[in-house]
Structure formats: structure tokens, C-alpha cells
């Protein structure tokens, strides 16, 4: 059975980041197989992310795809009163079916939504039947958390209204005419949350935030029209908490509160809720990066002739780069990817493509739109790196940094070896901290000897980074100057990526940098979910959201993007100690 959650906010709460980073945060801290329903659809769990913004290996049902399409109508009519309701209301109504649709296909135990139809519709009404900032209509009365109780009562469960309006009356009869209808067309519309969360902020911070976006403010954004949605919106949680109960209506003010601080405060108001399903461990007798699905031979081609990985993927995807897959069964590159993975001598290749000269075949499996965004990153590193090592190396004392996973650390040699051209006594103020698990026993001798020939003392430590005992020994050299977690975004579970983000805080100086990196779903994801590969993936917000949530200052990250928008590097400073 899946637990439905509902948040609700006037613009500028900071709702549509909750209900998007959300599920990340249930998956890694509850355990639990967790999506969400709004801007994009989404469906985690701890190893894995199973749906995400164009990333659909199981397809998205059709109500999503009309919902995110009535969304963009809406945003075009948003400043027409007589349309937009419409458009909006249609929205919610696509929405709210395509997340039970999705909680049923994937037997999600949480749900998040961006809203709802019913309490929605409540809270924004007004704005378009008599907007507060429309000076006529001061005369109008708004109801009261009772009345409106009556209406969920009549609109779900059929019982009389009591004395009402004729005009009330009217439009409360065509919207159950409407929900019928939906509901007995397959819509699954017109229902309430098990949990509503409502973001409270005061009308002038959310304008404050809204107008630092720096984009168009629509017309229903201002001080006295969200006062009004803000007033009727609390009236709207008394409401649901009479219908249900006044334990799952949750109010948290939000003006003070960072996105991270915001998802703290709502995981502990959900937690009482949540029935906490355990699930198995990632096998760590498989490297990450890598899958237990035979890769050669008649299991190959039974994966490639699979109509999935055909028609939904290859065919869909050909002119985006797609088609470079199919050259991979004849390079010397693609062999070894489906032999080892993408391990660090796979990324060696890619790093180090442009100091030889490759084959037609080789030369394609280098410039196939992941792997291209590989070499991209390791450019964004570097450029953002090296100012910060200079920085700190001319503040004077010593700089101690920690990389793990390590692979080859081409993205701290090459700026320290431009470093050490100019002014080769700094080296003598680096101190690396290097670990990686090494399942090809290719790392220790290598990075040995490239920190001895620019003179940096190195200490290689090989194991576990998320073990407990392996912990204890990075921290002999803590607090760090500077900490890289470069490239293991998208492979740990997220349990152990909250984990090792809140032990990165606990070990990094307050004015130490933390450098790290995640990729965006995009169609090369189908592939990887195809040929059983276990990913995660995360836009640039979602994930500067989960680093605040772990002690990061999400707020003023700063994100540098490849070519192709797939990886996003980011620079994140701790927050301030209370």
C-alpha cells in the first residue's frame, strides 16, 4: 500500500523543491521506494533510480505526459483569469491520476505530490473567482475551515450540504459531475492525501524569493493575492485535518529555513507515517559501475534484440548519438567496457584519448554523448581546482586534501602539476589523501608515483570508502582543505551517499571546499536500466538540495555543465556552524 503525500505552498515556498528532492531523501535515509508527482515524475529507491525527468525505461503513463503538456498551457494562459483555471485544473487532475498509476506499476511505499486537485483547488480559488488584488471584491466572503470540510464531505462522500448558496451550490454540483466523470474514465482523480504538508511563508519572503529568479512574475504573483492563497490554504489543512485526522496535517514555516534545513523538518513530520521497508544492500562483491548481466555471447544480442532496447531506445534515440552504441560490438573500447565497466582504466581511456590516435570504431565509442561528458568533466575539474588549490597555498600552511573514490586523480594531478611548473616549493605544503577499493590493482603504484615525481606526500588507503573502520582512518588526517567526491554520485546507494556527505561535513574544515559531481538522466540512461547497470541520477537543484540537506550551503553552489548539459560539476562551501 503506498502512503500519499501532498505539499501544498504559495509560490515561493520552496513546494516544487521539496516534492522534487524529496523522494531522494526518503530513499537514502527511510529505505524505502519513494517518487513523486509534479514538474517531473520520479521513482527511487536506495541503489537505483527507476524514473526520473527523461529517463522512462518502463514508459510513463499517458496522464503524465498530458499533465506535463496542460502544465505548459497553463504557463503560457497563467495571466488570463478566465483560462489559466482550467488549464491548471486539468493539470492537477492528469497529475493526481498518473500518481496512483505510478504507485500501483511500481508498488511505490511513498508518493509525493506537488499539490492536489481538491486541496489545490480549495487553496487558489479565490485568486481567480475574486482575486484579492482586484479592489471590487472586498465584499466577498471566504470560507471557513468548516464549510469548507462540508464540501470534501459531499464532494467524496456524497452527504448533503447544508444551507448554501445557490451559486455555491451550482458550481459544488458541476464539480462532482466533474469528478464522475474522471473517475469513471480511469482518471483516478478527485481523492484526498493520506498526509498533507503545508510550507508556510509570509506573501512579502515569498516575493522576495520569487522575484530573485529573475524571471517573469505572473500575474497572480503578488503580496495581496498570495496573502489571500496563504490564508485560504490554512483554512484548507484545518479543513483536511477535521476530514482525517489532525495528526497528518502538517504546517512548517519555511522563511528561515535553507532547502536542506526545509527536507530535514519535513522527513521528521513524515517519519511517524512511514512503515520503513527494508531492503537488501548493494553487493559489494560487484564493483560499482559495473553489472551482473553477461555482457557477450547469445546473452548479448538477446539484450540488443530485446524490442525495449530497440524500438523504445535505439530507434527513439538514433539521431541524438544512439546509433554509436551499435559500433561498441566492434571497437577494442566498447570490449572493454562490457568487460569491466566503466572502472577507472575505462575512464583512463577516456581522459587520455586526445594523447593518441584512435580507430574509426574507437574514435565513435569517444565521442558517444556520455562518454564525451567524462572528458567534459574532467576539464570543469580541473578549471575549478586549480584556483582553489592557489588560493589556499597562498594563504600560507599546509593543504590537506581527500579524494575517494580516487581512480587515477587525474583531476587534482593535473592542476597540481601546473601548480608546481611555477612555484614547485608549494608542493611541499600538499598533503593527498587518496582511497579507492582498486578492484584491478591498478591505482596504488600508479598514484605513488606520479605524488612522488611533483614532491606532494600521499597516503593511498584501498577499501570501502562508506566502511565504518575505513572512516576512522580518513579521519586521522581531517579536517581536509578540500574534499573531491568525484564520480560515485550515480552508483551508491543513497543511503551511503547521504551518509558519506554528513561524515564529509563532519570532516571538512568551515572554510574547506567541497568539489563533486552528478549526472543528469538522458536518454544514454536507457540503455544502462536495459543492460542492468543500477543508477541514480540527479539534476544540479535536486542535488545541490541533498548536499544542503547533509551540512552543504546548497544555496550558493556553483555548478559548471558540459557541452551536452548530462554532467554538472559543484563547488559547495559547509554552512555555517549555529
Not at 485544473?89 to 511505499?109: E, G, N, P, T
Not at 597540481?416 to 578492484?439: C, G, N, S, T
Not at 535536486?542 to 559548471?560: K, N, Q
Request: aromatic share 10%; with cysteine.
Amino acid at each position: 500500500m503506498t502512503l500519499h503525500v501532498c505539499v501544498l505552498g504559495i509560490d515561493g515556498s520552496g513546494k516544487s523543491t521539496v516534492t522534487t528532492a524529496l523522494p531522494y531523501i526518503l530513499a537514502a535515509e527511510m529505505k524505502v521506494r519513494a517518487g513523486s508527482a509534479g514538474d517531473v515524475f520520479q521513482m527511487v529507491e536506495p541503489d537505483e533510480d527507476l524514473l526520473a525527468s527523461n529517463f522512462h525505461p518502463n514508459g510513463l503513463p499517458i496522464t503524465g505526459h498530458l499533465s506535463g503538456w496542460f502544465k505548459r498551457l497553463a504557463k503560457i494562459f497563467v495571466d488570463n483569469r478566465h483560462l489559466y483555471p482550467f488549464f491548471k485544473l486539468s493539470q492537477m487532475v492528469f497529475q493526481d491520476s498518473a500518481a496512483i498509476k505510478l504507485s500501483r506499476r511500481y508498488r511505490a511505499d511513498v508518493v509525493v505530490s506537488d499539490g492536489n486537485v481538491l486541496l489545490s483547488a480549495m487553496g487558489r480559488a479565490a485568486n481567480y473567482t475574486s482575486p484579492a488584488s482586484d479592489r471590487s471584491n472586498t465584499t466577498v466572503k471566504a470560507p471557513d475551515a468548516n464549510e469548507i470540510k462540508t464540501v470534501f464531505d459531499y464532494l467524496l462522500n456524497g452527504k448533503p450540504l447544508a444551507e448554501a448558496r445557490q451559486a455555491t451550490l451550482s458550481r459544488l454540483r458541476k464539480a462532482k459531475r466533474a469528478l464522475w466523470l474522471t473517475q469513471h474514465t480511469g482518471l483516478h482523480a478527485g481523492w484526498l492525501p493520506d498526509i498533507a504538508v503545508f510550507l508556510d511563508i509570509a506573501p512579502e519572503v515569498a516575493m522576495a524569493r520569487i522575484a530573485a529568479r529573475g524571471r517573469k512574475v505572473d500575474r497572480h504573483e503578488n503580496v495581496d493575492d498570495l496573502a489571500q492563497a496563504r490564508n485560504m490554504y490554512l483554512k484548507t489543512v484545518d479543513a483536511f485535518s477535521q476530514y482525517r485526522s489532525p495528526s497528518v496535517a502538517h504546517r512548517i514555516e519555511t522563511a528561515n529555513l535553507t532547502p536542506g534545513e526545509t527536507l530535514q523538518v519535513v522527513l521528521d513530520a513524515l517519519k511517524p507515517h512511514i512503515l520503513a521497508y527494508k531492503v537488501e544492500g548493494t553487493n559489494r562483491n560487484i564493483p560499482l559501475g559495473t553489472t551482473t548481466v553477461k555482457l557477450t555471447g547469445g546473452a548479448l544480442w538477446t539484450k540488443l534484440l530485446d524490442r525495449r532496447y530497440l524500438l523504445r531506445y535505439l530507434l527513439a534515440n538514433w539521431f541524438r548519438g544512439a546509433w554509436r552504441e551499435v559500433t561498441f560490438l566492434f571497437s577494442k573500447l566498447g570490449h572493454l567496457l562490457r568487460t569491466e565497466g566503466y572502472s577507472a582504466g575505462v575512464m583512463r581511456v577516456i581522459y587520455d584519448q586526445d594523447d593518441k590516435r584512435y580507430g574509426l570504431f574507437d574514435r565513435i565509442f569517444l565521442e558517444y554523448p556520455l562518454h564525451r561528458a567524462v572528458y567534459d568533466r574532467l576539464h570543469n575539474l580541473t578549471s575549478a581546482i586549480k584556483p582553489e588549490l592557489e588560493k589556499r597555498l597562498a594563504a600560507g600552511g599546509d593543504v590537506t586534501i581527500f579524494t575517494a573514490p580516487s581512480g587515477f586523480s587525474y583531476d587534482l594531478f593535473r592542476p597540481l602539476e601546473a601548480i608546481r611548473a611555477k612555484a614547485p616549493e608549494a608542493m611541499e605544503h600538499i598533503r593527498l589523501v587518496a582511497a579507492d577499493l582498486d578492484p584491478h590493482g591498478l591505482l596504488a603504484e600508479e598514484l605513488t608515483k606520479r605524488a612522488k615525481n611533483i614532491g606532494i606526500h600521499l597516503d593511498f588507503l584501498m577499501g570501502d570508502i562508506t566502511d565504518t573502520q575505513m572512516r576512522a582512518r580518513f579521519s586521522q588526517a581531517a579536517p581536509y582543505d578540500m574534499v573531491l567526491f568525484i564520480g560515485l554520485s550515480g552508483w551508491l546507494p543513497k543511503p551511503e551517499i547521504v551518509h558519506h556527505l554528513k561524515w564529509i561535513r563532519q570532516n571538512i574544515r568551515e572554510d574547506g571546499v567541497l568539489v563533486s559531481d552528478c549526472f543528469t538522466p538522458s536518454f544514454y540512461a536507457l540503455p544502462g536500466s536495459y543492460f542492468g547497470y543500477k543508477a541514480n541520477y540527479y539534476t544540479p537543484d535536486v542535488y545541490r538540495s541533498l548536499m544542503d540537506y547533509c551540512g552543504f550551503d546548497g544555496a550558493s553552489a556553483r555548478v559548471e555543465s558540459g557541452r551536452d548539459e548530462i554532467n554538472h560539476v559543484i563547488l559547495l562551501s559547509p554552512k555555517a556552524s549555529a
